[in-house]
């Protein structure tokens, strides 16, 4: 859920970069594809650090909890 709800602002943030780094090295066609790709790619990249990110909190949260009631 997470990452469908980051997906779309990460693209939105990151498109413009992506674009004006594969502009200067790449030629129109390619950069085009580039953005389609990196489209594609930003869910996957949001997916997987959200995961790590929940993960990490549930681990520090259990860790935690045992802590205090030991």
């Given at each position: 859920?997470?990452?469908?709800?980051?997906?779309?602002?990460?693209?939105?943030?990151?498109?413009?970069?992506?674009?004006?780094?594969?502009r200067r090295s790449y030629g129109p066609e390619m950069v085009d594809f580039i953005?389609?790709?990196?489209?594609?790619?930003?869910?996957?990249?949001?997916?997987?650090?959200?995961?790590?990110?929940?993960?990490?909190?549930?681990?520090?949260?259990?860790?935690?909890?045992?802590?205090?009631?030991?």
């Amino acid at each position: 859920m997470v990452s469908i709800v980051v997906s779309p602002p990460f693209h939105e943030f990151t498109a413009p970069y992506v674009w004006e780094f594969s502009r200067r090295s790449y030629g129109p066609e390619m950069v085009d594809f580039i953005m389609v790709c990196w489209m594609i790619l930003t869910w996957p990249l949001t997916f997987f650090a959200a995961r790590a990110a929940i993960i990490a909190g549930l681990t520090v949260a259990g860790v935690y909890i045992a802590y205090r009631l030991i």
